[in-house]
Every structure is written in structure tokens, then in C-alpha cells.
């Protein structure tokens, strides 16, 4: 779901340019980009077979 409301978000942002030079639009759409990076790796061990996955955190 969050996959075509994020395709929505910048299809409506492609076809108005206008709005997508608006003030704060670059940094929502580098929010979503972030939340869908989030979602997706949290699904990613969520449906993994492997009970000993882990996240190497890096500064």
C-alpha cells in the first residue's frame, strides 16, 4: 500500500512542476524515500526464514 501511495505522491509531483519546487517538498520526498527504505528492510527480516539475522549499525 505505502509502494502506490509513495508512486502517486511522485506522480503528481512529475506532472506539477510547480508544486514540486515548493517549499518543504524536497525534504517530504526524501521522508518517504526514508520511511520506504525503513519498511522495506523491517519486511525483509520479518519474512526471513533465519532466526539469527542481525543489523550491523554503522555511525
Same mark, same amino acid.
Given at each position: @500500500?505505502? #509502494? /502506490?501511495?509513495? =508512486?502517486?505522491?511522485? /506522480?503528481?509531483?512529475? /506532472? #506539477?512542476?510547480?508544486?514540486?519546487?515548493?517549499?518543504?517538498?524536497?525534504?517530504?520526498?526524501?521522508? @518517504?524515500?526514508? =520511511?520506504? #527504505? =525503513?519498511?522495506?528492510?523491517?519486511?525483509?527480516?520479518?519474512?526471513?526464514?533465519?532466526?539469527?539475522? /542481525?543489523?550491523?549499525?554503522? =555511525?
Amino acid at each position: @500500500m505505502l #509502494h /502506490s501511495v509513495f =508512486a502517486a505522491a511522485l /506522480s503528481f509531483l512529475e /506532472s #506539477h512542476p510547480n508544486v514540486k519546487r515548493s517549499q518543504g517538498i524536497p525534504e517530504y520526498v526524501q521522508g @518517504m524515500f526514508a =520511511a520506504n #527504505h =525503513a519498511i522495506n528492510a523491517r519486511a525483509f527480516f520479518v519474512n526471513s526464514s533465519r532466526s539469527d539475522l /542481525s543489523i550491523e549499525e554503522r =555511525a
